[in-house]
């Protein structure tokens, strides 16, 4: 692995001095996570982006482990094994590295990338605690001299309140969620459920056709298909789990399809790209057509772009995207991404961030605790500098 000249690593450990000063100086608690991380958490819950191009080792006791693609679960798991009550409100941040698999084969410099980041745990005003995690980030790279960049916008809040509003099988709700961040499969699946696109018949549609005519429960139907054709399980799924999904396949067959209306209004909503004011009178007047889900989630948009206006920040110049939704598939709410440009019209991502409420209690808190984060990739603010993405 190609290191970093010493000049390099200076300039690298003063930008990430610089930066975590300033989120030391808010309150936060400086921490130095593991390294050496469970791999099942990363696995299950960061992601396609993340998942495939995680570090996965497994150790002479037979535990599966992994270097820390990212910070945020580290910072999570820190909070757990050390906070007496983790649903109290709790601030850290952390400088360090991190370790995932290079797009670019060629360029062994891109494995490890040092990670500059805050976490913010317990809050009780979530538009407050969203704005204030994007305006600490727009200070630390100040305090680290970056001053052209732009500023994305999402809020998975909105896409799932949408979903919510709209009368359909919680199944397909479920399914519409975990493709968001896959256009091509989110597109086909909706053409699936409205009936554009017809299902062509395959090997599954014949064991459909033979589990509906079956008198055995579905785990027991897909246990005597195995036995019967001396197969095995996939690696990774329960038997359970695939009669669930077959069960969920066969009741798609007799539910009706969705509306053409229902459809366009999902269509709507992913096409608002607009200055965050002007997306707020978008998404109201989308509003109009739904129940109470999405005026609640437009509501909660609107005081956050509010307080990101309170902390003194010019949100003319952020831009909203209703399809933005960055790759980690932890988030549950706001998100925002800051990029900068580079020669020839390009453009690298040097920060990221958003709302992850269901985190904590997914890898073992007792109760639900708030949690909004970011994370700035130092590596890259420096001239020339490689990424990570």
């Not at 639900?368 to 001239?383: D, E, F, N, Q």
Request: charged share 25%; hydrophobic share 40%; proline share 3%.
């Amino acid at each position: 692995m190609t290191g970093k000249s010493s000049t390099e690593r200076r300039a690298i450990d003063a930008l990430n001095a610089s930066m975590t000063q300033v989120f030391e100086a808010a309150g936060a608690e400086f921490i130095e996570p593991d390294i050496i991380q469970p791999a099942d958490v990363f696995l299950e819950r960061s992601g396609e982006h993340i998942r495939s191009r995680t570090y996965v080792f497994t150790d002479p006791s037979g535990a599966q482990l992994c270097l820390r693609p990212d910070l945020t679960v580290p910072a999570c798991r820190y909070h757990l094994e050390q906070e007496a009550d983790p649903a109290s409100v709790a601030r850290y941040c952390y400088a360090g590295k991190a370790f995932r698999h290079s797009r670019d084969t060629g360029n062994t410099s891109l494995r490890e990338f040092d990670q500059v980041g805050l976490e913010l745990f317990g809050g009780a005003n979530t538009a407050q605690d969203d704005a204030e995690a994007l305006a600490l980030t727009l200070s630390a790279l100040k305090a680290a001299e970056v001053s052209a960049y732009s500023i994305q916008l999402g809020d998975l809040g909105l896409f799932s309140a949408l979903l919510a509003s709209i009368d359909m099988p919680e199944r397909w709700r479920t399914r519409l969620k975990r493709q968001f961040w896959r256009p091509r499969a989110f597109r086909d699946l909706i053409n699936q459920l409205t009936g554009r696109t017809e299902k062509a018949r395959t090997s599954i549609s014949d064991l459909l056709d033979e589990m509906a005519n079956s008198t055995l429960d579905a785990v027991s139907f897909v246990e005597r298909h195995l036995d019967n054709n001396d197969l095995e399980m996939i690696a990774g799924r329960s038997i359970e789990q695939v009669a669930g999904r077959l069960s969920e396949k066969l009741l798609d067959r007799s539910e009706p399809a969705m509306s053409g209306d229902h459809a366009r209004l999902i269509d709507d909503y992913l096409s608002i790209r607009a200055a965050p004011l002007q997306a707020i009178e978008k998404l109201k007047q989308l509003g109009s057509e739904t129940d109470g889900d999405f005026a609640s989630a437009v509501g909660l948009f609107e005081a956050r772009v509010a307080e990101i206006e309170n902390a003194g920040l010019q949100t003319g110049d952020m831009e909203f995207a209703a399809v933005f939704g960055r790759s980690l598939e932890y988030y549950t709410g706001f998100v925002f991404q800051i990029d900068r440009p580079l020669a020839g019209g390009a453009s690298e991502t040097i920060a990221g961030g958003g709302r992850y409420d269901t985190m904590l209690k997914d890898i073992g808190a007792d109760v639900t605790i708030p949690a909004v984060g970011c994370a700035i990739y130092a590596s890259r603010l420096l001239p020339d500098s490689g990424a990570a993405s």
